[in-house]
């Protein structure tokens, strides 16, 4: 099992930037990748970045240029930098870590969320 644990959300003006952190634990080798999803109400969960074990990158093209997903293995964690927050970026925010073997995903793993919200 994985335990993931979120936080750095909050109220931020649009323009504003906001840094998300996510702290894993457990069986940590099992994880392939990382991922930040987010949740606006009313709407279904989207991704917003993933990063995989090789370093390989993806942005959700609502969020390119504007958000960078990083990791830092030796504390197991992962970051969200959010810079020019809009309204629309108001949402809960998930941590994701995914386990992958052979080709199949094998076990999602979520944390609790944490809430962004931009005024303008």
């Known amino acids: 099992q994985v335990q993931l644990v979120e936080s ?3 109220l931020v003006q649009a323009g504003g930037s906001l840094r998300l952190s996510c702290a ?3 069986s940590t080798f099992r994880i392939n990748s990382v991922a930040w999803y987010r949740q606006a109400p ?3 969960r989207e991704l ?3 990063i995989n074990s ?3 990158i993806n942005y959700a093209d609502s969020v390119k240029g504007r ?3 990083s990791r830092e293995n030796a504390k197991n964690a992962v970051y969200l930098q959010m810079n020019s927050l809009k309204a629309e970026d108001t949402a809960v925010y ?3 870590a995914r386990e992958v073997s052979g080709g199949l995903v094998r076990n999602d793993y979520w944390g609790q ?3 962004v919200t931009v005024s303008s």
Do not use: D, L, P
């Open 8 to 10: 750095g959300g909050g």
């Open 24 to 26: 894993a634990s457990g």
């Open 42 to 44: 009313g709407k279904q």
């Open 48 to 50: 917003v970045a993933r």
């Open 54 to 56: 090789g370093g390989n």
């Open 67 to 69: 958000f960078i997903i």
């Open 94 to 96: 998930y941590c994701n």
């Open 113 to 115: 969320g944490t809430q």
